[in-house]
T-cell receptor
Framework: AQTVTQSQPEMSVQEAETVTLSCTYDTSESDYYLFWYKQPPSRQMILVIRQEAYKQQNATENRFSVNFQKAAKSFSLKISDSQLGDAAMYFCAYRSVLNYGGSQGNLIFGKGTKLSVKP | DTGVSQDPRHKITKRGQNVTFRCDPISEHNRLYWYRQTLGQGPEFLTYFQNEAQLEKSRLLSDRFSAERPKGSFSTLEIQRTEQGDSAMYLC???FGQGHYGYTFGSGTRLTVV
């Protein structure tokens, strides 16, 4: 079974600085999708960025970018020019593309990293 | 389209009571998912529907849990004979197709069993 590990329970960054959140995963599949979701306090989870495993190019969405290292099974999120509104829980998630064990519906999440942004 | 809606936002119930939650997905989305999130944890998959068919259930979904999606539109999640361990945030999400572009989540229903 696939697993997702986020080893940093909490992180802090100064406003306007850059921060990197770590994520590693375990899978025997070669084709899959990876996501970063943001969950602000008492608010709904929002998709931040998505990466397709068969694409070597790292995904970028404005101030958010990823460092996808397929061989190392690593998928880190970099937030540049951090803003106060970036403060939230960030979840890394894995999604199989195959009908592996019947888990076509299963988006597998890590435990999350709580990001604080200091003014 | 206002996104994925969940009702109620909060529910406090006594142990042993039954509760039912509702989820209205984005209308164009054919897949609907239920997740449970406890404090300090990431969301855990419970079950999902493709249109009205329930295609997968996690082993977390005990016999006390049942989910339906009549006519492939809204979905309900019922918990019978609630236990204190059922206290959690219940998240609903929907996607178009297989969700390879991500899921859209609702704000969740926070259940407290006292």
């Amino acid at each position: 079974a696939q697993t997702v590990t986020q080893s940093q329970p909490e992180m802090s960054v100064q406003e306007a600085e850059t921060v990197t959140l770590s994520c590693t995963y375990d899978t025997s599949e070669s084709d899959y999708y990876l996501f970063w979701y943001k969950q602000p306090p008492s608010r709904q989870m929002i998709l931040v960025i998505r990466q397709e495993a068969y694409k070597q190019q790292n995904a970028t969405e404005n101030r958010f970018s990823v460092n996808f290292q397929k061989a190392a099974k690593s998928f880190s999120l970099k937030i540049s020019d951090s803003q106060l509104g970036d403060a939230a829980m960030y979840f890394c998630a894995y999604r199989s593309v195959l009908n592996y064990g019947g888990s076509q519906g299963n988006l597998i999440f890590g435990k999350g990293t709580k990001l604080s942004v200091k003014p | 389209d206002t996104g994925v809606s969940q009702d109620p936002r909060h529910k406090i119930t006594k142990r042993g009571q039954n509760v039912t939650f509702r989820c209205d997905p984005i209308s164009e989305h054919n897949r609907l998912y239920w997740y449970r999130q406890t404090l300090g944890q990431g969301p855990e998959f419970l079950t999902y529907f493709q249109n009205e068919a329930q295609l997968e259930k996690s082993r977390l979904l005990s016999d006390r849990f049942s989910a339906e999606r009549p006519k492939g539109s809204f979905s309900t999640l019922e918990i019978q004979r609630t236990e204190q361990g059922d206290s959690a945030m219940y998240l609903c999400a929907s996607s178009f197709g297989q969700g390879h572009y991500g899921y859209t989540f609702g704000s969740g229903t926070r259940l407290t069993v006292v």
